[in-house]
């Protein structure tokens, strides 16, 4: 009978978390990344999520000499902040439309595999004797994901929990590809409508990645100092009903949580 009991109770366990819509017992997720390792990040984001608490994900470029003259501080950041791989070159396909600053040495389209695989193990290697971390995320410059006609991260998702792409799109609560998920590029965008798309996110149970580069500043792709204040106050403020992890966290929730996870247990 307390067997019966129990297998009963599993039962109705594993089919709640399998159509479950929360995302850590909130409505929604919102992940803050932050790209190519700026001065800014340290100096103003990272400043900003810290007086209100909340986790930012910087995807780093590891030959970036804001990377390597600010080592310290980055080290610091990692105690409450994620490190996370954005190569060790920021390699291009220089061959596509508006590529014109992508330089010949970088082209993604003259790499080999091999070469993309040493330079995101090396730069893994990096950020390791950084913040003594093993797992990592990844996220794909300019959002290429091959080289000619092959997906360059498939022999190496051992090496990565997940990996963000540029794609703009809510990313559902039953996402099982963990390696290209989507976020949307803030470039410009005013702090109504960056909610929005919180808002959005409240509404369908979603997550929302959002892409910063520049932050008040230091790059083409940029959001105002005060328009970035305005989104972490608001998530700060509705704290109860949104998830605010960082990248590595959300995606090992959706890892952990997946259909294919829950009917193994
Ligand atoms: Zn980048």
């Given at each position: 009978?307390?067997?019966?009991?129990?297998?009963?109770?599993?039962?109705?366990?594993?089919?709640?978390?399998?159509?479950?819509?929360?995302?850590?017992?909130?409505?929604?997720?919102?992940?803050?990344?932050?790209?190519?390792?700026?001065?800014?990040?340290?100096?103003?984001?990272?400043?900003?999520?810290?007086?209100?608490?909340?986790?930012?994900?910087?995807?780093?470029?590891?030959?970036?000499?804001?990377?390597?003259?600010?080592?310290?501080?980055?080290?610091?950041?990692?105690?409450?902040?994620?490190?996370?791989?954005?190569?060790?070159?920021?390699?291009?396909?220089?061959?596509?439309?508006?590529?014109?600053?992508?330089?010949?040495?970088?082209?993604?389209?003259?790499?080999?595999?091999?070469?993309?695989?040493?330079e995101l193990r090396m730069t893994n290697k990096v950020l390791e004797a950084v913040d003594g971390k093993k797992e990592r995320t990844f996220a794909y410059p300019c959002g290429d994901m091959k080289i000619g006609d092959?997906?360059?991260?498939?022999?190496?998702?051992?090496?990565?929990?997940?990996?963000?792409?540029?794609?703009?799109?809510?990313?559902?609560?039953?996402?099982?590809?963990?390696?290209?998920?989507?976020?949307?590029?803030?470039?410009?965008?005013?702090?109504?409508?960056?909610?929005?798309?919180?808002?959005?996110?409240?509404?369908?149970?979603?997550?929302?990645?959002?892409?910063?580069?520049?932050?008040?500043?230091?790059?083409?792709?940029?959001?105002?100092?005060?328009?970035?204040?305005?989104?972490?106050?608001?998530?700060?403020?509705?704290?109860?009903?949104?998830?605010?992890?960082?990248?590595?966290?959300?995606?090992?929730?959706?890892?952990?949580?997946?259909?294919?996870?829950?009917?193994?247990?």
């Amino acid at each position: 009978m307390i067997r019966k009991f129990t297998f009963a109770a599993l039962l109705c366990l594993c089919s709640l978390s399998v159509f479950s819509q929360d995302w850590n017992k909130k409505k929604c997720a919102v992940v803050l990344t932050y790209d190519d390792a700026l001065n800014v990040h340290l100096d103003k984001a990272i400043p900003a999520l810290d007086s209100l608490q909340l986790k930012g994900t910087f995807f780093l470029t590891a030959a970036s000499p804001t990377f390597n003259e600010r080592f310290s501080e980055w080290e610091a950041a990692a105690k409450r902040h994620e490190l996370a791989n954005h190569t060790l070159f920021h390699p291009c396909n220089g061959q596509l439309p508006g590529r014109s600053f992508v330089t010949a040495d970088y082209d993604l389209a003259t790499y080999s595999v091999r070469r993309i695989t040493d330079e995101l193990r090396m730069t893994n290697k990096v950020l390791e004797a950084v913040d003594g971390k093993k797992e990592r995320t990844f996220a794909y410059p300019c959002g290429d994901m091959k080289i000619g006609d092959t997906f360059y991260l498939e022999g190496m998702k051992g090496d990565f929990v997940a990996a963000r792409g540029v794609q703009g799109e809510m990313v559902p609560r039953n996402t099982s590809d963990l390696y290209t998920i989507g976020s949307i590029m803030i470039n410009g965008q005013s702090g109504d409508e960056m909610i929005k798309l919180v808002k959005e996110a409240l509404r369908t149970n979603s997550m929302v990645v959002f892409l910063f580069h520049g932050v008040g500043g230091e790059h083409d792709l940029n959001v105002s100092l005060e328009a970035h204040r305005q989104l972490l106050r608001y998530l700060k403020k509705h704290e109860k009903e949104i998830w605010n992890p960082t990248f590595i966290e959300a995606a090992k929730y959706l890892k952990e949580t997946s259909t294919a996870a829950v009917k193994k247990k």
